[in-house]
C-alpha cells in the first residue's frame, strides 16, 4: 500500500483537527464533506486547493479513497461506517461507534462480512500522557490484581456561553440538546479499559439533576449534570466512571488500584502523578509515595507537543495509520467489539438509571445470541437528521425540557425562527 493513504473527511467541524493529524502521518486528505455550508467553508481555508468538496454522503463515498473519518454527529457513526465497509474503505469513527443497540448488532455484522477493511473508535484519551503513564505502571505488575478503577471526564460549561451555543448547539434538534450524560463515556471508560485490559459485562448507573438556569437562553432537554456509572467486569474487577460529568471543577481524572497499590494523576496538577504502594510491598527503587511528572518517552514526541488534546490526537491517528499498513485490526479497547461495548455501556447504563439503576448485563457481539436479542432494539434519547422523534427521555427528571423563554433566547440568540 502506499505510504500517502488517502483520506476522506465526514464531518469537517472536529473532523479537520482530526485530518491534520492524519497529514502529520504521512496522509493525504483528498475529500471532505459536510451538510453545513458555514463549517465546510471554513474547513475548504484549511485544505490543499486540490481537495474535493462534497455536501452529500452517497458523493463523497465515491472518491477515490483509503480511509474515512467519521466525525459527524455523535450518534449518527454505525450507518456510514457500513457505507464504507461495502466500499472497502477503512473507517476511524470518532466517539461512540453505535447510538442504538441495533446499529451495534449491524456494525458487527456488516464488519465480518468484509475482507481487510480496518476499523478503529477514534478515542484518544487513553493516549494522554498521565493515562500511558498508567498502562506503563500497570504493566509492571507492581500494582498487584488490579480490582478497581476510575475515570472522569469532567467538562462544565457556563449556560451562557454563547459562543458555545453559536458553534456546537446551531439548532434546536442539535445532538447535544438531547445527550444523556452516560452516553458521552468513550473519554472516561476508554482510558480505564486499556490499562486494565478488562471488559465491562455488568452496568448500573444513577443521575443527578440540577437544572439550567432559567435566565439562561438554552434547547437543551437534559438538566443532569453526571451520571455515575459503576461496571463488574469480566475479570471481577470494578470500574466507576462518568460520561461527560458538569460537576465541580474541570478535569480529567483516573485512578487505577490493585492488590499492593494504586497510581492516579492528580486532579488540577497537570501531568502530576501519584504512586504508592503498600508500606510492606515497595518495589525495589520506589518509595511509598512517589510524585513525579508524567513523561512521552516516545520517538515522535516533538509531533506529539503539536497535536490536540494534549497530543492524543496525533498518537491516536498514528495508531490507526500503523493498523492500515499492516493490515491489522487495532488492539483492545479500539477494536470493533470493544467499541460496541463501550456503547452498550452508555447506551444500557442510561437505560439502568431509567430503570432506578438495575444492573443490566452488556453483550459481546462477537456472539450470535447476543446479537439477536438486541438486533431490533432501535430506542433513542436523540432526534435523527431525518427528522424522527426521540423515542426515550434524555433526563432523570422525564418530564424535564427548556422553558419557552429559554428557547426563545436561544432561537434570538442563532437567528432562527
Known sequence: MSKNLKVGVFGVGRGMDLANNFKLNNCEIVAICDFNEDR???????????????????????????????????HEHAPYAIRCFEKGIHVYSEC??????????????????????????????????????????????????ILYAEGEYN???????????????????????????????????????????????QVSCLNAFSPIPESAPTANHNGDKVSIITTQNDDGSIFRVVGCGAFGAHHNAYRICGTKGQIENLRGMGDKMMLRYNGWEIPEGKEEINFYDAKWNDKDEELIKTAGHGGSDFLTARIFVEAV?????????????????????????????????????????????????????????????????????CCSVTDYKPTDEQIKGYKELLGIE
Not at 46 to 74: G, P, Q, T
Not at 335 to 343: N, R
Not at 360 to 379: G, M
Request: charged letters at 25%; hydrophobic letters at 35%.
Open 325 to 393: 499498513k499492516a493490515n491489522k485490526q487495532p488492539e483492545f479497547p479500539f477494536d470493533i467489539y470493544s467499541a460496541t461495548v463501550m456503547s452498550s455501556v452508555a447506551i444500557l447504563g442510561h437505560r439502568s438509571m431509567l430503570d432506578g439503576g438495575k444492573p443490566y448485563e452488556i453483550p459481546d457481539f462477537r456472539k450470535e445470541e447476543d446479537r439477536v436479542k438486541w438486533e431490533n432494539d432501535r430506542l433513542t434519547p436523540y432526534w435523527s437528521t431525518d427528522g424522527k422523534a426521540p423515542t426515550l427521555p
Open 155 to 201: 467538562h462544565p460549561g457556563s449556560p451562557y456561553d454563547v459562543d458555545f451555543l453559536k458553534t456546537y448547539t446551531y439548532y434546536p434538534h442539535h445532538w447535544r440538546n438531547f445527550g444523556p450524560r452516560s452516553y458521552y463515556i468513550t473519554h472516561s471508560l476508554g482510558p480505564v479499559m486499556k490499562a486494565t485490559g478488562a471488559t465491562p459485562k
Open 40 to 74: 465546510l467553508q471554513k474547513a475548504i481555508e484549511r485544505c490543499d486547493k486540490d481537495v474535493a468538496v462534497y455536501r452529500d454522503f452517497d458523493s463523497f463515498i465515491e472518491h477515490e479513497m483509503d480511509i474515512c473519518i467519521l466525525a459527524n454527529f455523535f
Open 96 to 145: 461512540i461507534s453505535n447510538g442504538t443497540m441495533a446499529e451495534g448488532v449491524e456494525l458487527v455484522r456488516a464488519f465480518e462480512k468484509t475482507e481487510n477493511v480496518i476499523y478503529m473508535l477514534a478515542e484518544n484519551y487513553p493516549q494522554m500522557i498521565f493515562n500511558r503513564e498508567m498502562q506503563n505502571t500497570v504493566k509492571t505488575g507492581t500494582l498487584g490484581k
